[in-house]
């Protein structure tokens, strides 16, 4: 497989979690986002766990390291097998071509960090 580097996956989590409590302190405008963040993830004519796809598919076409591990962790909690990944990610491959192959190597490192949970 990948060259797993668990050490990237665990830094992308706590710099996130130190700056998700910093900015919910300091911003009003980041409070807004998490807000907005939190009805959108809701359950409605697509469930959360769709949404989680939709959101994976699009972290790998603008190549966002933190997004992916958000979304597939995200999915995984919701239930997501990781075949239902794959193809979030397969998705996200076809719609940006050749550069989603490079952003689906990430996605597949962070799947294989949550493998346990699964």
Request: proline residues 1%.
């Amino acid at each position: 497989m990948g060259n797993l580097d668990n050490n990237k996956i665990a830094q992308i989590v706590k710099t996130r979690k130190q700056a998700h409590s910093f900015y919910l302190r300091k911003s009003k405008v980041y409070q807004s986002f998490v807000d907005m963040e939190q009805n959108t993830y809701k359950d409605g004519e697509l469930t959360r766990k769709q949404k989680e796809f939709i959101a994976i598919g699009i972290a790998i076409v603008i190549n966002c390291e933190s997004c992916m591990e958000w979304h597939i962790k995200q999915a995984i909690d919701d239930g997501a097998t990781e075949g239902e990944i794959i193809e979030a990610i397969e998705v996200g491959i076809e719609m940006s071509g050749g550069p989603g192959t490079v952003s689906a190597r990430f996605a597949m490192d962070v799947l294989e960090y949550y493998s346990s949970k699964i």
